[in-house]
């Protein structure tokens, strides 16, 4: 599948891996998808990203944030705190108990050793989904090849953190679709 990717799409999956050394994860998550893809410029999904209103100033602290706070949830979307909390459970009172006893970004899964990577690219489950959905967008579009626009657009279809945090900024997957592949002045050039 990678012999498929376009330069712009292979540069967001090693970003991905790095973003992933440096947090120390024991995996490549799709936020890691999300944090490479938000340092890309000068592409489809950069040029889509800017478009839509999240513009390179704007992009990564908040983004960042978020993320980072989903981590320390454990990975729990907000809107899952929520559903969580509708139910009685405060998960900002649980992660700060588990912290308080355990450290800051215990449920993170984050490996705290920081040893030396074993150099094994590992991806996650739902990096692999967002991989995987980004080929059955770009066929479903009769792309030929993968570029960081499908990982864009796969990212903002799949349920989960990034996505949210997408939404969040205005970025959801009509709206990306829309700039990328609707007409006239909103189409990003390729």
């Known amino acids: ?20 050394e440096r947090s120390g994860a024991r995996s490549v998550d799709p936020d890691h998808l999300l ?11 950069s040029f889509a990203l800017t478009a839509l209103g999240l513009t390179p100033e704007e992009r ?6 978020a993320l980072v706070d989903a981590r320390r949830r454990a990975g729990l979307s907000q809107s899952e705190a929520d559903a969580l909390a509708g139910l009685g459970i405060d998960v900002s009172e649980i992660v700060a108990r588990v912290e308080e006893v355990h450290g800051v970004g215990a449920m993170s899964g984050d490996r705290k050793d920081k040893e030396p990577w074993s150099g094994r690219r590992t991806f996650s489950r739902g990096a692999k ?3 995987e959905k980004s080929l059955r967008i770009a066929v479903a ?16 279809i799949l349920p989960g953190v990034p996505g949210e945090v997408l939404a969040d900024h205005g970025v959801t997957h009509e709206t990306a679709t829309r700039v990328l592949y609707g007409g006239g002045e909103e189409r990003a050039a390729g």
């Open 1 to 20: 599948m990678f012999e498929r990717f376009t330069k712009d799409a292979r540069a967001v999956v090693q970003g991905a891996v790095e973003h992933r």
């Open 141 to 156: 579009h009769h792309d030929r090849h993968i570029g960081d626009e499908h990982l864009l657009l796969a990212l903002t």
């Open 60 to 65: 990564k602290e908040p983004v960042r944030q």
């Open 129 to 131: 989904n967002v991989l």
């Open 35 to 45: 944090l490479a893809l938000l340092d890309r410029q000068g592409s489809r999904a």
